[in-house]
């Protein structure tokens, strides 16, 4: 029979080729579905198929709970793309960076010297989950202290844990540790630190680095992420986290993960990102051009860098838009409500702790959804030509 076509909330009729008049536009969730055209294109090179008795004991026959291989396929993709350092580090695996971020964040307060909880803190943006799951855990060992930029000269022995997400979520900027000294332990989230959204400027080379197989090959389903460790002792309370919560990543997953990665290790090693990049590049330069024509509504300027990677300057290709309604348009609304009324739906930048004027509009979701968030942007700055 036909397969059941499941048409995307702004197109129906049979076949989903309508497009319908006033349907919300999804830039909402980041669910990185971007690269899918990728990965149909390479359907047969990127299949797994896992017979019943495979795989089915708890441990490899080394004992550990991760694939060696994937491991090695791993530091292979780091050194590939030159992002960063792996050599004498310590690597672990986990469902998605969501879990290793809140591993990392026991690791580095359970062997707190001070008696008081450690301050886990972010510089405002910040990504919401940092906060909600500090919070939803609700330890003796830490606790959340909004945003990093308040502490800056606040001195005192207690142990501060920093989260920094370079590129940047929601506004792709290259944040640093804000950040520093001998009670600061810092957690670097490079989950957008990939030719698909950024330059690559350097190896980073950070103590505790964060990555995720959501932002490099997009399935972010799969839920698989890694952490790149220098320290032993605390490698080591993030391997205990990981044995008590889960006993490891799902076999299935490491195995379905290895075949992926060989895939974009493949022929010269660089399909993937070209695909990522240059879809990325094309929806970031039609939508800041059509903005560029806007006094009311503007996103983030970011600057070209030298990419060691693709080997030219490149300006970054972000994954977010970070919208800002000037506040002549916003009346007594937010940002997010504006863009509502024209069946917009994005994510409200209070989220992120910022304020009213700002929403976060996803880049990364399906070229249908991008052309109709296009469509709708398009016509909201062409109201404004029309009212000079
Ligand atoms: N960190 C950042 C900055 C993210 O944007 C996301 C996903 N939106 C995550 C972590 C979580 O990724 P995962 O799917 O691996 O849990």
Redesign the pocket.
């Known amino acids: 029979g036909n397969p059941v076509c499941e048409c995307n909330m702004c197109y129906g009729g049979s076949d989903c080729s309508e497009l319908l008049p006033d349907c919300m536009v999804d830039a909402d969730s980041?669910d990185p579905t971007f690269l899918e055209p990728f990965w149909m294109k390479n359907a047969a090179s990127s299949a797994v198929v896992v017979a019943g008795w495979h795989r089915m004991s708890y441990e490899y026959s080394d004992g550990s709970l991760i694939s060696e291989e994937l491991k090695a396929h791993i530091q292979k993709v780091h050194a590939s793309v030159g992002n960063a350092i792996t050599d004498g580090k310590y690597i672990i695996f986990g469902a998605?960076?969501?879990h290793l971020?809140n591993a990392a964040v026991h690791a580095l307060s359970s062997n707190n010297a001070s008696s008081s909880p450690a301050k886990v803190v972010a510089s405002i943006p910040y990504?919401p989950?940092y906060k909600e799951q500090t919070e939803f855990f609700n330890s003796e060992d830490y606790k959340f202290n909004e945003d990093a930029s308040m502490w800056k000269n606040y001195s005192s022995n207690s142990t501060f844990i920093e989260l920094v997400?370079s590129p940047n979520?929601p506004d792709g900027d290259m944040k640093k540790a804000v950040l520093q000294g001998q009670f600061v332990k810092t957690i670097h989230?490079l989950?957008y630190y990939w030719p698909h959204f950024t330059p690559i400027t350097a190896p980073a080379d950070e103590d505790l680095m964060i990555f995720?197989l959501?932002k490099l090959t997009g399935h972010?389903g799969s839920r698989f992420?890694w952490a790149i460790i220098k320290d032993e002792a605390v490698y080591k309370r993030m391997l205990t986290y990981m044995d008590l919560s889960t006993y490891g990543v799902s076999r299935e997953t490491q195995l379905r993960v290895l075949k992926l990665l060989k895939v974009a290790l493949s022929g010269n090693g660089r399909a993937m990102y070209e695909f990522g990049y240059s879809t990325m590049k094309n929806r970031w330069t039609k939508l800041s051009k059509v903005l560029s024509q806007s006094k009311r509504f503007s996103t983030q300027n970011l600057k070209p860098r030298y990419c060691s990677f693709s080997q030219q300057f490149r300006t970054p290709s972000p994954a977010f838009a970070w919208l800002k309604c000037e506040t002549s348009v916003l009346e007594d609304r937010s940002c997010y409500e504006v863009l509502k009324e024209v069946n917009i739906t994005g994510r409200e930048g209070s989220l992120f702790s910022a304020d009213k004027h700002y929403v976060r509009l996803s880049l990364v979701r399906s070229e249908d959804d991008f052309d109709l968030l296009l469509r709708q942007i398009k016509k909201l700055v062409s109201v404004e030509s029309n009212d000079k």
């Open positions: 980041g998605g960076a969501t971020i990504y989950v997400t979520n989230d989950a995720t959501s972010a992420g």
